[in-house]
């Protein structure tokens, strides 16, 4: 079982004594941070929307540009089987040509109508030239994932951070981290006896908890850190919370004390 280790850090308060020069009559200090340029996209925003029966996606970019508002463009992603969940990547920003693209990440949990779950991977594109801006969505890559089983009834759990995807969906024990460079699989699971997972959730700084089971007798849990190393794991169900998207009670599991008593305790670190 790992345990989150925390490490007390001793800081030295230096002070530096230095000959201070003073400003001459009218001059003003630099600022010591300068602002950072907004986003040639800061103003635009873009939503999605479904089919009745979850096949295809929509997503339409709309917000303002220098001398413009309005909705710029949209794409579609699909067919697939069923979406299952789907996230945002981080944007990359091309400064010379005034472009802003984001991978999106779309969980297909019932391939080709059956069990089967892939990860399709979509780039979406906003290429501004005020008063006008040019949307594009293109289809980037479809990965297997053949450590989970889905289903059109299957309920598919999706968290991410900077550098990973994670996975997975109540018809299997096993949750699957994916890089988001190269597309790496790593499966976890493991309990004894075998948990079907219940939940993914994340924080802002970009760990991950993957929660398995429904009940208290029953269930389990990992941390995964922002590199996707697993930082912590036990027994109960835990979520995390970030400052978004709020967790919903009704897709969670209760254990028997809302307090994990059991657990508490710091191991600390002898220092050099």
């Given amino acids: 079982m790992h345990r989150f280790r925390l490490q007390p ?36 925003f873009a939503t ?13 970019v709309c917000g303002s540009v220098p001398g413009s ?24 920003v091309n400064t010379t040509t005034n472009t802003v693209t984001r991978l999106v990440f779309v969980i297909d949990q019932a391939v080709g109508g059956g069990s ?8 979406l594109t906003e290429a501004i030239a005020a008063p006008d801006a040019t949307i594009s969505v293109t289809k980037v890559k479809t990965i297997s994932l053949p450590q989970l089983t ?12 900077a550098k990973f995807l994670f996975v997975g969906t109540d018809q299997g024990t096993n949750a699957v981290r994916i ?38 007798a029953s269930s389990g849990f990992y ?7 697993v930082t912590e794991s036990g027994g109960g169900t835990e979520y995390m919370l970030n400052t978004t998207a709020g967790l919903l009670t009704s897709g969670t599991s209760a254990g028997t004390s809302a307090t994990p008593a059991q657990r508490l305790g710091v191991r600390y670190h002898r220092t050099k």
């Fill in 69 to 92: 508002d309005g909705c710029y463009g949209s794409g579609t992603m699909g067919t697939f089987g069923r979406i299952g969940a789907l996230v945002e990547g981080g944007p990359t």
């Fill in 223 to 229: 941390t995964f850190d922002p590199n996707g190393a």
């Fill in 116 to 123: 089967g779950v892939s990860l399709v991977v979509y780039r």
């Fill in 48 to 60: 999605y929307t479904f089919d009745s029966t979850y096949t295809t996606a929509g997503v339409l």
């Fill in 150 to 161: 889905g289903g059109a009834t299957a309920k598919t759990f999706l968290a991410a951070n």
């Fill in 179 to 216: 890089a988001k460079s190269g597309y790496a699989q790593q499966s976890f699971g493991g309990f004894s006896p075998p948990i079907d997972v219940s939940a993914i959730t994340a924080d802002k700084y970009g760990f991950v908890t993957v929660a398995y089971g429904t009940t208290a």
């Fill in 9 to 44: 850090v001793l800081t030295t308060l230096a002070f530096v004594l230095a000959s201070a020069v003073p400003l001459q009559a009218g001059a003003q200090a630099a600022p010591d941070v300068a602002a950072p340029a907004a986003a040639p996209d800061s103003n635009l």
